[in-house]
């Protein structure tokens, strides 16, 4: 599944980061959130940022 949210560009500017380092970090976060709420699994959480489960359990 894709998701899309609207940024205004006065402030996708102001926040100094590329698309796609911001992609990556609103992936983190949901990844943690959703992890830490206990709505996925760690292999879940693994698997929105298209990393080992290990590597993922190492990082939180």
Do not use: V
């Not at 970090?25 to 290990?54: C, F, N, P, V, W």
């Amino acid at each position: 599944m894709n998701l899309a949210i609207n940024i205004p560009d006065n402030i996708f500017f102001g926040i100094n980061e590329t698309e796609q380092s911001l992609t990556q970090l609103l992936k983190e976060k949901l990844a943690l959130e959703l992890y830490k709420s206990h709505q996925i699994s760690l292999t879940q959480g693994a698997e929105i940022l298209s990393m080992d489960r290990l590597d993922l359990c190492g990082a939180i």
